[in-house]
């Protein structure tokens, strides 16, 4: 018997598709054991949310025809728990700028988001996050540096967590007080969009010192902590949830360029600080508003053309102090408390109207400085004034209804030389008299 042989092909096809065998990504010949070439770029059909990991099979020794088929995964890595979800990793395709981190996936629900697990992914500019998550990690967008917007349940790491927002870019030894936007681990300066969706408070110092000027949360939110938007000199407008009952001091302080904020009928306190030194607030709307904090507008020399709510009983202590774009106040008949230095250095304020009524003592320094106060009316139901209420004004007519001057009164037989009394004036009449 003679041997036969047969011939073995000396080269091979190998043919690479994509997902579901189409389309047709490259054809190759390939010598007998040797490689492929795999396809660049990498394809890409199946949407953002899936990048092509790999391919069905290998192609490193090639032996015959073969059709090798693109294999695509999502673009987050989760751990399991049950039925719920944690991310713990993102592939950053190179090509997006966006994301939007799933609420669910493969039926189960994602509740949570692992630490540094944007920390290479420069390209990312705008990050949501949806509502199911209930807890994100210190750092979990560490080295996100050029973020400009993200939609966030919550600002720290819970929704009952009192941590700022600077703890979710790696910020967790950040104390209220502290700068640390020069530190990159933390909030990238290019940030100027921050949405909190499903919250019921915003913590103390949640975004002192972050210069972000769009910063919105939805009406869920009843509570702001002290100094939450403190020293934000991006920040301009902001409208407060209609649900808000409770507001910390200090809460925007030092907020150079605010010009507004609108507070929901439910708000009826300015607590102390509250806008201590926004040098560019114009207005406040004072409507419902009961009580006002000790500094609460301090230094705030554009705020000018105020009315005080007709339900306003206290003026904390320098409440309106160094508000030189004040020219006129009415004060409401209910007001009980008036504290000391309340209008002090108000230079350019002219004329005062105490309302009939109002029982409130006018307090040492009440309206000291005031180099431009001229007339004044005090009605007979005020308890006492002060002998240094109007120190440092130079020339002070007050108007009253009474008929002589109280003991309690600028206490003293002979009255400042600052200071002339017209006794048995009406409010019209002073009204009368400035023209008003």
């Known amino acids: 018997f003679t041997a036969q042989y047969t011939s073995l092909p000396k080269t091979f096809s190998v043919t690479f598709?994509?997902?579901?065998g189409s389309p047709v990504l490259s054809v190759q010949t390939v010598n007998y054991g040797s490689y492929a070439l795999a396809p660049s770029p990498l394809p890409d059909s199946r949407g953002d949310d899936y990048w092509c990991s790999g391919w069905d099979q290998t192609f490193y020794s090639v032996t015959s025809n073969m059709t090798i088929t693109a294999v695509y995964s999502y673009i987050f890595t989760f751990?399991?728990?049950?039925n719920e979800l944690t991310v713990i990793g993102y592939h950053d395709k190179g090509t997006l700028t966006s994301i939007t981190i799933p609420s669910a996936y493969d039926d189960k629900d994602v509740v949570g988001i692992a630490a540094n697990i944007f920390a290479s992914n420069v390209p990312l500019t705008s990050i949501t996050v949806?509502?199911?998550i209930t807890f994100i990690s210190d750092s979990a967008f560490a080295k996100a540096y050029l973020l400009q917007s993200i939609t966030l349940p919550f600002v720290g790491t819970t929704a009952t967590a009192t941590e700022p927002?600077?703890?979710l870019f790696g910020s967790i030894d950040y104390s209220p007080g502290n700068t640390y936007?020069?530190?990159p681990n933390h909030i990238p300066n290019s940030l100027n969009s921050i949405t909190i969706t499903n919250t019921a408070q915003i913590p103390q110092g949640a975004f002192q010192r972050l210069q972000?000027?769009?910063?919105?949360?939805?009406s869920n939110?009843?509570?702001i902590g002290n100094s939450a938007f403190a020293y934000n000199n991006a920040l301009t407008t902001l409208t407060i949830s209609s649900n808000l009952s409770t507001l910390g001091t200090s809460v925007f302080a030092y907020c150079a360029n605010l010009t507004t904020v609108t507070f929901p009928s439910s708000v009826t306190s300015v607590p102390a600080n509250t806008f201590s030194n926004c040098p560019n607030l114009l207005t406040f709307d004072f409507t419902n508003i009961t009580s006002i904090g000790q500094q609460a507008f301090y230094h705030d020399t554009s705020l000018n053309n105020i009315v005080l709510g007709a339900n306003l009983t206290s003026i904390g202590m320098s409440a309106f102090a160094d508000c030189s774009g004040l020219t006129s106040i009415s004060?409401?008949?209910?007001?009980?408390?008036?504290g000391l230095y309340a209008f002090q250095d108000c230079v350019n304020l002219a004329y005062v109207i105490v309302s009939d009524g109002a029982t409130s003592s006018i307090m040492n320094d009440a309206f000291k400085n005031c180099t431009s106060l001229a007339n004044i009316y005090i009605p007979n139901t005020v308890n006492t004034i002060s002998v240094s209420a109007f120190s440092g004004c130079p020339n002070v007519t007050i108007y009253t209804s009474n008929s002589a001057k109280p003991t309690t009164w600028l206490p003293g037989s002979i009255l400042p030389a600052n200071i002339t009394l017209v006794l048995n004036s009406s409010l019209l009449e002073f009204m009368s008299i400035l023209g008003l």
Request: proline content about 9%.
């Open 181 to 183: 936007l020069a530190n």
């Open 130 to 132: 949806p509502n199911s």
């Open 212 to 218: 972000v000027p769009n910063i919105a949360f939805t």
């Open 221 to 223: 939110v009843t509570s």
């Open 79 to 82: 751990s399991e728990s049950g």
């Open 331 to 338: 004060i409401p008949a209910t007001l009980t408390s008036l």
């Open 165 to 167: 927002l600077g703890h």
């Open 17 to 20: 598709v994509d997902f579901g």
